[in-house]
Structures are given as C-alpha cells and as structure tokens.
C-alpha cells in the first residue's frame, strides 16, 4: 500500500514523502497513529499543492533575506566598551550586545542566534561578524568597537 507520511519516521521517511509499505503496518500502525495518509489521487494533489505553496515560501523568505543581507553590509554599527590603561580591555562584545545595537543604530532586527562570533570580541577597532541569515545567505556587519 502506498502511504503518504504526514511526519517523520524513522527507518521509513521524511514528512511528505510517499513510500510504498506492507497493508498492515499502513493500517495497524501508520493510518491509525495519524503519522501518515492514504496515497489515493485527492491526497496526492494535496501534496503536490502543499509542496508548491512551501517551494513559494521558501524562495520569498531567501529573497527577504537577500535583501536583508544588502542592508547589513552597506550598515555600521558601533559599539562601546570599558577600557583601562594602556587601551586594556574590560570583559568583551557579545551577539546580543551587537544584536542590540543593530537595532538601535540601523533599525534592523537581527536574532542574535544568526550572528556567529568565533570568539568573543575584545580589542578597539573595525571587526567584520559574520551574520548567518539564511542556509543559503551569509553576510557581514562591521562592527566599531570603541572605549566608552
């Protein structure tokens, strides 16, 4: 019996997929557990039209992203930090603290989960923090670290 799985199951597929399985573990186990439906020809255009609307949305947030990108690199954001003698620095920038400034400073909100420090800033100057927007859009922020 074709089957098409509603969610992810393991050893059989991902959500979406049709796989083709023995009567009664369609029966017994996929249909009765809600985890997937009949392959007939109704929930087959279902699934073709869901997989299109999904393929539309897809492709409206990489754009939205895109954009999002363009904005961020064209931006600067500056930041200010604690120093001691001799330019010493005290503690260092975090995401949330840049996350926060992009806000205040370029109006753009930035989920500081996307912003991916590979370490923790702390000198004075120019530093360019990867920003992960998308799977497929990856852009940069210049970030001003200044003594306050």
Same mark, same amino acid.
């Given at each position: 019996? $074709?089957?098409?799985?509603?969610?992810?199951?393991? /050893?059989?597929?991902?959500?979406?997929?049709?796989?083709?399985?023995?009567?009664?573990?369609?029966?017994?186990?996929?249909?009765?557990?809600? $985890?997937?439906?009949?392959?007939?020809?109704?929930?087959? !255009?279902?699934?073709?039209?869901?997989?299109?609307?999904?393929?539309?949305?897809?492709?409206?947030?990489?754009?939205a992203a895109k954009e999002l990108g363009e904005q961020i690199a064209k931006g600067k954001i500056e930041v200010s930090i604690?120093?001691?003698?001799?330019?010493?620095?005290?503690? /260092?920038? /975090?995401?949330?603290?840049?996350?926060?400034?992009?806000?205040?400073?370029?109006g753009l909100k930035i989920d500081k989960k996307k912003i991916q420090l590979k370490e923790q800033i702390k000198s004075l100057?120019?530093? !360019?923090?990867?920003? $992960?927007?998308?799977?497929?859009?990856?852009?940069?922020?210049?970030?001003?670290?200044?003594?306050?």
């Amino acid at each position: 019996m $074709k089957v098409i799985l509603l969610e992810d199951v393991k /050893s059989l597929g991902k959500k979406g997929d049709v796989v083709n399985v023995n009567d009664g573990y369609a029966r017994n186990f996929l249909l009765k557990t809600k $985890k997937g439906i009949e392959a007939n020809g109704k929930n087959m !255009n279902d699934l073709k039209l869901q997989k299109a609307n999904a393929d539309k949305v897809a492709q409206e947030n990489l754009e939205a992203a895109k954009e999002l990108g363009e904005q961020i690199a064209k931006g600067k954001i500056e930041v200010s930090i604690k120093t001691g003698e001799g330019g010493k620095v005290f503690g /260092s920038v /975090s995401s949330k603290e840049i996350a926060q400034a992009a806000e205040e400073q370029l109006g753009l909100k930035i989920d500081k989960k996307k912003i991916q420090l590979k370490e923790q800033i702390k000198s004075l100057g120019v530093h !360019n923090v990867p920003i $992960k927007l998308h799977p497929k859009v990856t852009t940069e922020l210049k970030v001003h670290v200044v003594e306050e």
